[in-house]
């Protein structure tokens, strides 16, 4: 079984920061993308920002030059380091993941997509 953990929300001021966390746990071959999502209280979940094994980053337009997506591999934990919050940030963030499994039976392996249960991040003004 793989588990995604996310840790770091929390409440802060307009202006202020934080690091969010996540890791996976489980027999796990590799990770290819790791991101993160938020959700709003009434609004659909949206991507924040994502990262590809190969370093390549994709940042909402609302986050960018604000929050950083990071990532260690040997630790299977991705990392948003969020600054300059603002209370439009408030929302619960989940990490989501790409992770190719190994396939004992067969020798091969299969990919899998996996969530975070969400961590909540609140913005006061």
């Known amino acids: 079984q793989v588990q995604l953990v996310e840790s770091g929300g929390g409440l802060v001021q307009a202006g202020g920061s934080l690091r969010l966390s996540c890791a996976a746990s489980g027999s796990i071959f590799r990770i290819s993308t790791m991101g993160w999502y938020r959700q709003a209280p009434g609004k659909q979940r949206d991507l924040v920002a994502a990262l590809t094994s190969v370093g390549s980053t994709n940042y909402a337009d609302s986050v960018k030059g604000r929050f950083t997506i990071s990532r260690d591999n040997a630790k299977n934990t991705v990392y948003l380091q969020m600054n300059s919050l603002k209370p439009e940030d408030t929302a619960v963030y989940y990490c989501?993941?790409?992770?190719?499994?190994?396939?004992?039976?067969?020798?091969?392996?299969?990919?899998?997509?996996?969530w975070g249960k969400g961590t909540l991040v609140t913005v006061s003004s």
């Open positions: 989501n993941f790409d992770i190719i499994l190994p396939d004992i039976p067969t020798g091969g392996a299969y990919a899998m997509n996996y």
